[in-house]
């Protein structure tokens, strides 16, 4: 299995909505990455966890919360979000973040609208 | 910090055409490098990599790219386009400690039929 599943493929919410996307790997890869992807831009990385331990921050708002319950699962939480953080929001998954194999495999990401 | 540079924002192509895109990348240390390929409504796949050994590496679907670190660069190539390669191509760099996989900002690629 070299897949990364995102849930869901779709997401509308209005600003007051509070929902979660989920991300789930089944390769052993210790190493997970939430990135947002406007339209015709390249992705732009959010969050970092190694080993279940959250390793990058890349100054994202506090509206976006990641959780790593365990290895194979990522979760992004949202609340309060604003129309500008309507993307496509896409998780992925590595062997280990440094010194190796540090391909990472896409999901198919979530579109998400803010309405 | 790291940064990539993807020098051509949109290339036309007649097939059968040969194609090189341009990838520059700034760090100091020792990185590993990617590229993607994005086709339409669809999500990123991995062309090739490259972490070490050998700096001319060949990837799926007849693509290879070449790591020439003197220049900083990990160019790609395909000797001959088909319509079907038509997509959005990019670079991507890995280096840190942390876990920055850090990407160009994409070439738009339309081959002609």
């Known amino acids: 299995d070299t897949e990364v599943t995102q849930t869901p493929k779709h997401l509308v919410m209005g600003m007051t909505n509070k929902k979660s996307l989920k991300c789930e790997q089944h390769?052993?890869?210790?190493?997970m990455y939430w990135y947002k992807q406007k339209a015709k831009k390249p992705p732009e990385l959010m969050f970092v966890?190694?080993?279940?331990?959250?390793?990058i921050n890349e100054s994202v708002p506090s509206r976006f919360s990641p959780e790593c319950p365990n290895s194979s699962l990522l979760n992004l939480h949202l609340h309060a979000l604003q129309p500008e953080d309507s993307a496509l929001y896409l998780c992925?998954?590595?062997?280990?973040?440094?010194?190796?194999?540090?391909?990472?495999?896409f999901g198919q990401g979530t579109r998400l609208t803010v309405v | 910090a790291q940064s990539v540079s993807q020098h051509n924002h949109h290339v036309i192509l007649s097939e059968a055409a040969s194609l090189e895109l341009g990838c520059n990348y700034s760090?100091?240390?020792?990185?590993?490098l990617f590229w993607y390929v994005q086709y339409p409504g669809q999500h990123l796949q991995l062309l090739l990599k490259?972490?070490?050994?050998?700096?001319l590496v060949k990837g799926i679907k007849g693509f290879e790219a070449e790591f020439i670190k003197s220049k900083f660069s990990f160019n790609l190539r395909k000797p001959s386009v088909q319509w079907s390669d038509t997509a959005e191509y990019f670079c991507?760099?890995?280096?840190?400690?942390?876990?920055?996989?850090?990407f160009g900002k994409g070439t738009k690629l339309s081959v002609k039929p």
């Open positions: 992925a998954s590595s062997h280990q973040v440094t010194g190796g194999d540090t391909e990472a495999f």
């Open positions: 390769m052993g890869h210790r190493a």
């Open positions: 966890y190694s080993y279940e331990k959250l390793s």
């Open positions: 760090y100091g240390g020792t990185v590993n």
């Open positions: 490259y972490f070490s050994g050998d700096p």
């Open positions: 991507a760099v890995y280096g840190g400690s942390q876990g920055n996989l850090i």
